[in-house]
């Protein structure tokens, strides 16, 4: 029940966002969308996300470097990687838990066009 309340928020999204400047990240029709992730234009993804925050909106960067960048693989920071490290400079995670209803979804889509 939880999962389908996350997928449907995800279609959602979806629909607002197939012709944006974010990209929502594929995903597997029996994905539970435990995160919803879109691809920033290069460079907007801070402004992206601080037009969120002044809406009260929470966004998450689950991944901010690519795994041969990481200290704990012995990563320096600098990745070796370079379409990783594209990706993880754009990717950026909005709110997709089974609590939200359709006007926090519009307050959502609403803030990342008026800051894509």
């Known amino acids: 029940r939880r999962a389908a309340a996350r997928r449907a ?13 974010v ?10 969308v435990h995160q919803y992730v879109v691809l920033c234009p290069p460079g907007r993804r801070e402004v992206i996300q601080a037009g969120l925050h ?13 795994m041969d960048a990481q200290p ?8 070796a990687c370079p379409n990783a490290a594209a990706f993880c400079a754009r990717a950026l995670a909005l709110p997709a838990h089974e609590g939200l209803n359709h006007e926090d979804m519009a307050r959502v889509i609403t803030a990342v066009m008026e800051s894509a």
């Open 72 to 79: 704990v693989f012995g990563g320096d920071g600098r990745s």
């Open 9 to 21: 928020a995800a279609e959602v999204y979806d629909a607002a966002f197939c012709d944006s400047p």
């Open 54 to 66: 002044r809406a009260g909106i929470d966004t998450a960067v689950y991944y901010p470097a690519p």
């Open 23 to 32: 990209t929502p990240l594929p995903r597997h029709p029996d994905d539970g």
